[in-house]
């Protein structure tokens, strides 16, 4: 008797996978209709219990949002992941807008605004001029993080804003942001002040003297590229071209001066800024940067809310030899180092009032100080670090004999050079330092660095 084969076993994984082809397959769901800044979606009013519109508003649905290829993420590589785009029509005026975005979770919303040029014959999103997010103004640091950007625009150019998330994706409930506006119109300038805008007829500015500069009107234009943690409502510009290479001291005086940021390249864009300086108190703001000989500086004065006929004044003049701490006597400078003198992290727990500094004599250094005209003492730091240093060599009658200037000396071991401001003479001489305390204010490390020259 013949029996029929008996068809092989087949593998039970196998057996699943034709059982899932033969299933219909479910549709991925598709990215929202404003995924691209060449469709963006618009703000609609927003009716309050009363029945009151008071505001525009818009819901982004980024869940299956996908990234934009060729268009800067101004807040880092991170930024941006995934996002939608609104548009902001052209207005007949100058206009202020302020746009917030939060949503149901912690994760703060990453927020950016393009002002377009002027009768765009489309979308154009090559340089942000306003964002905000992680990192950008403390918006993640708050008890309900929100980010928000604010800007004024001349009239006929419409803006286009981003709105994006990072990170993993979530939920989609948890990754759906709403995102207000708040558009109002502006008094319309007899024209805007000179130099609000970067490129080819802004004004030279000159050097070794006070050069005015008009804020009134002053708007954010598309040229203008955003710099995070120094953001203003508006900004005018000036520029000069170095006829040598060396340090450049550029001051900003006037209340209505907000920021001070400095460029360096054929046109300001966000890969060439040197530095940013806000305003933290009274007083200029300051920046020291390395000029270039025939490589443009580009100045930007940002100004928030100025007054009719409010101004600022711009000086700059050689920077050798002159010492810039934290963005000036009226600034702060938030990013660490660079030519605004912004201080390192750690300076935000130094306090040198617990702090102290002690050392051998130094007899031997007086005399090599008295020949060369400089000085290196080898001192030890408890408590460190000190910031914002001023030491000062304190002898006879109480004069300053040698002094130096340091953003920062870390704790332990570290050797300080002074350079002398007088001939030395007989008699005791005192290592005298100052730096911040816990409050930012410069106080007296304790010292018993001595010497005695016979």
Request: charged share 20%; aromatic share 4%; net charge positive.
């Amino acid at each position: 008797m013949v029996h029929a084969p008996v068809p092989a076993r087949r593998p039970a994984a196998l057996l699943l996978a034709l059982a899932a082809m033969a299933l219909p397959q479910a549709a991925s769901a598709a990215p929202p209709p404003n995924d691209s800044p060449t469709s963006p979606g618009t703000f609609q009013p927003f009716t309050a219990e009363n029945g009151t519109p008071t505001q525009l508003q818009a819901t982004a649905e980024l869940a299956e949002a996908t990234p934009d290829f060729g268009v800067p993420r101004c807040l880092g590589p991170s930024s941006f992941a995934r996002t939608v785009w609104y548009v902001i029509p052209a207005e007949s005026a100058p206009h202020e807008i302020s746009v917030e975005a939060s949503g149901e979770t912690l994760g703060v919303v990453d927020l950016a605004a393009f002002v377009q040029p002027q009768d765009a014959p489309g979308s154009v999103a090559t340089q942000p001029n306003a964002c905000d997010g992680i990192g950008a103004g403390g918006a993640d640091a708050a008890e309900e993080p929100t980010s928000g950007i604010s800007l004024r625009v001349p009239a006929g150019r419409a803006v286009l804003v981003q709105v994006g998330r990072r990170g993993p994706v979530g939920t989609a409930d948890n990754e759906r942001a709403i995102v207000s506006l708040d558009d109002r119109a502006l008094p319309v300038p007899a024209a805007p002040p000179p130099g609000d805008s970067a490129g080819p007829g802004t004004p030279l500015a000159g050097t070794n003297v006070d050069n005015v500069l008009p804020l009134t009107g002053a708007t954010i234009t598309e040229e203008d590229p955003a710099q995070p943690p120094c953001p203003s409502l508006g900004s005018v510009w000036r520029k000069i071209v170095p006829a040598r290479t060396g340090p450049r001291l550029i001051t900003a005086n006037g209340s209505e001066a907000e920021t001070l940021t400095v460029f360096q390249g054929a046109a300001p864009t966000g890969d060439n800024v040197l530095d940013c300086v806000d305003r933290a108190g009274r007083g200029a703001l300051e920046m020291l940067v390395q000029a270039k000989a025939r490589k443009t500086l580009w100045i930007r004065i940002g100004t928030d809310d100025p007054p009719d006929a409010a101004s600022a004044s711009l000086r700059i003049e050689p920077g050798t030899g002159a010492f810039v701490v934290d963005g000036g006597p009226g600034g702060f400078d938030p990013t660490s180092f660079g030519p605004g003198g912004g201080f390192p992290s750690e300076c935000g727990r130094a306090d040198a009032s617990k702090s102290s500094l002690s050392g051998p004599p130094f007899k031997g250094a007086l005399k090599q100080l008295s020949k060369r005209g400089a000085l290196t003492l080898s001192a030890t730091i408890k408590k460190g670090p000190l910031c914002d240093v001023d030491a000062r060599l304190v002898g006879p009658r109480g004069k300053v004999y040698a002094k130096a200037r340091s953003i920062r000396l870390k704790g332990g071991r570290r050797r300080i050079r002074l350079t002398r401001t007088r001939k030395l003479t007989r008699g005791s001489y005192t290592l005298q330092v100052t730096a911040l305390d816990a409050l930012g204010d410069p106080v007296r490390v304790r010292s018993t660095v001595k010497a005695r020259l016979a």
